[in-house]
């Protein structure tokens, strides 16, 4: 292998088989790591055509959402941060009523990165936009300094059609609605730390990313009054219900027996000190339906893959307003709240 | 999971709920030790299901909430060397010092990591010889063991690049020095089950005796705690003081004698500042003279106590158990998670936080009817 | 101080006591934890887990014994809480 004498040749660049500055440049390296890597993975005739945007055209209110995505490790059981990228934006926007189309994808890579992990990275978007329908039109390249990226960011900017009649927000939620949960919580948590150096455990247990488009769609054109949706990120089932909770005047209560926890993630759970509730998932959302529509929603909801386990766990009620309350297994009720920061492991 | 959802049973707590109603015949006040048992009893709401007649206070059983402010101090200078990897256990991470925390430090360019077992820090020593890897060693006697054997191993396979700031407290001096404060109204203690794992319960065996109360060693599942609640206020409607093992599917009267081994070889006693407390002496494990090389006081600098301050926060009142959170006149007012005055409402394992987290709707000062 | 976990000793590996170590299920997460502190384990026991290390092993027979004792007092409220419904008009 030549050292570094041969001066900055652009026709060296890429040869090593890790992105290098040279990459986000807009030169010859950008052009032929656009051509060898990005383009041929999104396979997207858009991008083709070579412009400095995507010229699309949509009919009626459209939603727009944009999400950055910086989870370290960048690959992790059942997912990875192009999986993320693709359906976190597309769940935004299935949370606002309306049918994902587009997305722009922009990438800040650390000099450095191995040029294996974007072309991984790059083919499992590919694959999550086609299950999830939609199209990666538009984009960006940028090439940090080593140490400056955790490998790679990406932020990913949606844009869809409003499917949904009345409006898909906390203001429409009202006193009696049932909280129906998508399915069991805390996959994408687990699976991220089971991966993380040092704390590594054996485990079945994959991330839950999903695309959730498809089921929310049903809901609404099945005629389900759909108050408000909420899809369970961060902050885990905690942060989304205390969310909804304090942007309206009302109340939740949930049953606790009613929350799914699989018993790997409990042990996991269990083990590191952590609490489910407050564990980050990647395919699972929180709906507000009128009671008379919760069974219906629920039919509707078992018949995708990724909601086949949709239960009611709680209801709205009149107050204290903001609080969601939890009633446990011996039948006392405590706080639910949202966590100042991360949830970090303990000992104690 | 065997041995964990039997003792989490409705039905079993419901009986010894009602058992111990059955049996009290006047008012009693028992003190909770451990953080961990706090957090199960605020939790699962294990004290609403007690007849009004028993109390439960909670004691200073959070070692992550006495450590002395100097300690968290030092862990900070530490941290900002640029050749120190500072390694923690995560509950450390959000307790203030005089300024800011060590996710503070962190945000200011320190490497500090949370880690699972001290074997991990020990691991990072071993792969970044060029590094200094320094590891917070708080707890009570239940971490000891594990504490002792990474520098036991660090000195057997010659790690230099390792060391540990050690701030561990006991449990025994600190019962002790409760129950001679003339302000103590506790009658009856629930000891730390994972304590006594490692240790053994006969030292309480003496204070038991001196002090007249009844202690159980007791486990940290609403079966455990509630058992415990039920052998303690039985004994002291019959009179009796005796140190009883409720949980002995894991407790021995003896302990565990090689984890005692490792802790007697590594570690000696010391006096230590109790946050909240004060000096107590003889309450804490220092390293002994052996392990001075492994010392980080000794490789960075001494600890400079800091005199206590006068403030708002009544933290050293509720880990002393005369008064609960909700009785505080800044809870959930001026003193919150997100800005807290002290540190029972920093940790999680505090019971300020505890309260706060679960039940602070129901007091007079939290937000909400 | 205390959040230490049951789990059982799926395997173990290495000869040398202070090193030995083992896989522990902790309910489909497996784990690899020191038995330093527990010499006398064995696999398929049950152990109890404190921060990567296992401080004791879990007495099944103590565990049993504590739940009978448990039902006993469980049964005898149930006999009691009969006879009082027996003796009375009203549901308590």
Not at chain 1, 141 to 151: E, H, P, S
Not at chain 1, 292 to 300: N, V
Not at chain 2, 47 to 58: G, M, T, W
Not at chain 2, 262 to 270: G, L
Request: proline residues 5%; glycine residues 10%.
């Amino acid at each position: 292998m030549t050292n570094d004498f041969a001066m900055s040749c652009p026709l060296r660049a890429g040869d090593q088989g890790i992105i290098e500055l040279a990459h986000g440049g807009g030169g010859r390296a950008m052009e032929r790591l656009l051509d060898t890597i990005i383009r041929p993975a999104f396979a997207e005739p858009m991008l083709e055509r070579r412009h400095d945007g995507a010229v699309l055209a949509i009919d009626g209110p459209i939603a727009f959402t944009t999400d950055s995505y910086v989870v370290k490790p960048l690959v992790f059981p059942g997912a990875d941060i192009g999986t993320l990228a693709v359906n976190g934006t597309v769940n935004d926007l299935a949370m606002c009523g309306a049918q994902p189309l587009y997305l722009s994808v922009g990438f800040i890579l650390e000099e450095g990165l191995p040029i294996a992990t974007l072309g991984r990275v790059t083919a499992s978007m590919r694959e999550a936009a086609r299950t999830a329908g939609v199209r990666l039109v538009t984009g960006d390249t940028k090439v940090v300094d080593r140490g400056k990226a955790d490998g790679m960011f990406i932020n990913t900017a949606g844009v869809g059609r409003i499917v949904a009649q009345a409006a898909i927000e906390p203001s429409s939620v009202r006193p009696g609605d049932v909280v129906i949960l998508s399915g069991d919580i805390g996959r994408h948590g687990i699976s991220v730390m089971a991966a993380r150096e040092g704390l590594a455990f054996e485990t079945m247990i994959e991330s839950d990313c999903a695309p959730l488009a498809a089921p929310v769609l049903d809901l609404i054109r099945g005629g389900i009054a759909v108050h408000c949706l909420r899809d369970l990120t961060r902050g885990g089932l905690a942060s989304a219900l205390v969310e909804v909770a304090e942007a309206t005047d009302f109340g939740i209560h949930l049953e606790e027996k009613l929350v799914l926890v699989c018993a790997e993630v409990n042990a996991a759970c269990e083990l590191l000190g952590l609490d489910p509730f407050h564990v980050a998932n990647e395919g699972r959302f929180i709906a507000f339906v009128p009671r008379a529509d919760a069974e219906a929603a629920i039919r509707l909801m078992r018949r995708h893959a990724v909601t086949n386990l949709a239960t009611v766990i709680g209801t709205v009620t009149d107050g204290p307003a903001g609080q969601v309350a939890c009633r446990g297994p011996f039948g006392v009720s405590h706080i639910i709240d949202m966590l100042n920061g991360e949830q970090l492991p303990r000992i104690c | 999971m065997k041995f964990r959802d039997e003792y989490r049973d409705p039905v079993a707590a419901h009986a010894l709920a009602d058992a111990i109603a059955r049996l009290v015949t006047q008012p009693w006040t028992l003190m909770e030790v451990c953080g961990g048992q706090t957090h199960a009893i605020v939790k699962f709401g294990l004290d609403r299901l007690l007849p009004p007649e028993v109390s439960l206070v909670h004691g200073p059983g959070c070692p992550v909430c006495v450590t002395p402010v100097e300690y968290i101090d030092k862990a900070i200078e530490i941290a900002a060397r640029p050749e120190v990897i500072l390694c923690s256990f995560g509950d450390m991470l959000r307790v203030p010092g005089t300024e800011g925390d060590l996710l503070g430090a962190r945000a200011k360019g320190g490497d500090v990591r949370f880690i699972y077992s001290p074997l991990d820090a020990l691991a990072l020593a071993r792969a970044k010889p060029d590094r200094e890897v320094v590891f917070f060693a708080v707890g009570f006697e239940t971490t000891a063991p594990a504490n002792a054997m990474a520098v036991y191993r660090a000195r057997q396979e010659q790690i230099r690049n390792f060391s540990m700031l050690v701030s561990h407290v006991l449990v025994p001096p600190a019962m002790c020095a409760l129950l001679k404060a003339p302000t103590n109204r506790v009658q009856g203690f629930l000891a730390a089950g994972h304590v006594c794992t490692v240790m053994g319960y006969e030292e309480y065996e003496q204070i038991a005796a001196r002090y007249q109360v009844p202690i159980v060693v007791t486990g940290f599942e609403p079966v455990d705690i509630l058992e415990g609640v039920y052998m303690c206020a039985l004994q002291l409607e019959q009179g009796r003081c005796e140190v009883e093992n409720q949980y002995s599917r894991s407790v021995r009267r003896e302990g565990n004698r090689p984890a005692q081994d490792v802790i007697r070889e590594v570690f000696r006693i010391v006096r230590r500042r109790w946050r909240g407390i004060g000096e107590i002496p003889e309450s804490g494990f220092g390293l002994t003279a052996a392990y001075r090389d492994y010392d980080a006081e000794i490789r960075f600098g001494s600890v400079q106590t800091v005199g206590e301050r006068e403030e708002e926060c009544i933290s050293g009142v509720v880990l002393r158990g005369e008064r609960k959170p909700s009785e505080c006149p800044a809870f959930g007012t001026r003193c919150t998670p997100e800005r807290p005055l002290g540190v029972t409402m920093v940790s999680g394992e505090g019971a300020c936080a505890a309260y706060y987290r679960y039940r602070r709707f129901d007091s007079a000062g939290g937000k909400g009817g | 101080m205390c959040l230490a976990v049951p789990g059982r000793l799926l395997s173990i590996a290495g000869e040398d006591p202070l090193t030995r170590t083992g896989r522990v299920d902790f309910g489909g997460v497996v784990k690899e934890i020191s038995l330093a502190f527990v010499p006398e384990a064995r696999v398929d026991d049950y152990v109890l887990v404190h921060v990567g290390f296992a401080l004791t092993v879990l007495d099944e027979s103590e565990a049993v014994q504590a739940f009978d004792d448990l039902r006993e007092m469980g049964e005898l409220l149930e006999v009691e809480a009969t006879r009082l419904r027996e003796n009375s008009d009203e549901i308590p």
